[in-house]
């Protein structure tokens, strides 16, 4: 299936879709970095859990395919190493310790090729610790995009498939695969409060779904927008706040 490109809004990810890299740094503390270790963080984004690992780890290269997130990246800090490049089709002369990766692994579904470059990216007995979007993540949220669209007519978007979504099963045994030695794997959920209490759904869609909308003309856009986000107030506002039904996986492995 081929990769289907997203341009990224970085300021918008930035203003109001924080809870992305806010969240990781929990997943840093099961990173554990140390200060003699070359670390790469793939999938950086706008670079600020870079940051963060590289506060105490001084090797740190963040790596995302997005032209606009490292440019942001290299803009907030530039004394870190930021490059752009495809976490299914990447390669560095000197191995990495760690590889790190948080809510970006789901975008890429070229994922057994993803998972092959990383292995061979680690140095022996390096370590892969990752968090992404697991089996049903935002299914309630595109599932009612899927019909929303599929009603007035635009069946090819309906049936896009834009991320990769799998259990556990499935990821670790494509981890095993190729070498991997999965030492622990956690599928949990975790509905996340959205920032915008009036237009949460909505800004959601735009930051995350642009493709679905592609060649939808500007007023089904609308309708759409508004259908989706009203339709869903039932399940996923609550005391005020818009909560996105995320699902996570995170894995730690070895080479």
Same mark, same amino acid.
């Given at each position: ?24 740094? #929990? /997943? ?5 970095? &140390?200060?003699? !270790?070359?670390? @790469? ?5 706008? %670079? $600020? ?98 019909? #929303? /669209? ?5 069946? &090819?978007?309906? !049936?896009?498939? @834009? ?5 556990? %099963? $499935? ?85």
């Amino acid at each position: 299936m081929q990769q289907l490109a997203h341009k990224w809004d970085a300021q918008l990810y930035n203003n109001k879709h924080s809870f992305v890299y806010d969240f990781g740094a #929990s /997943l840093i503390e099961l990173l554990d970095p &140390k200060p003699e !270790e070359r670390i @790469l963080d793939l999938g950086c984004g706008s %670079g $600020e859990l870079t940051h963060k690992i590289k506060e105490l780890s001084q090797a740190v290269v963040g790596m995302d395919k997005s032209v606009e997130m490292i440019q942001r990246a290299q803009t907030q800090f530039p004394f870190i190493d930021f490059v752009v490049g495809d976490a299914s089709d990447f390669h560095f002369e000197q191995g990495f310790d760690a590889i790190f990766s948080n809510a970006a692994l789901h975008w890429v579904i070229q994922y057994k090729q993803a998972i092959r470059c990383m292995y061979e990216g680690l140095k022996e007995g390096g370590r892969m610790v990752v968090e992404f979007g697991g089996k049903d993540n935002v299914k309630t949220i595109v599932g009612q995009l899927r019909q #929303s /669209l599929l009603k007035r007519g635009f069946v &090819k978007q309906s !049936e896009l498939e @834009l991320w990769y979504f799998p259990s556990i %099963g $499935e990821y670790t045994l494509a981890l095993e695969a190729v070498g991997f030695k999965v030492s622990f794997a956690q599928w949990y959920d975790r509905p996340t409060a959205l920032a915008d209490g009036a237009t949460g759904i909505k800004d959601w869609l735009v930051m995350f779904c642009k493709p679905f909308l592609e060649g939808v003309d500007d007023a089904s856009v609308f309708e759409i927008m508004n259908e989706v986000q009203a339709s869903l107030k039932p399940k996923l506002f609550k005391n005020g706040k818009w909560y996105a039904d995320y699902k996570r996986i995170r894995i730690v492995a070895y080479r």
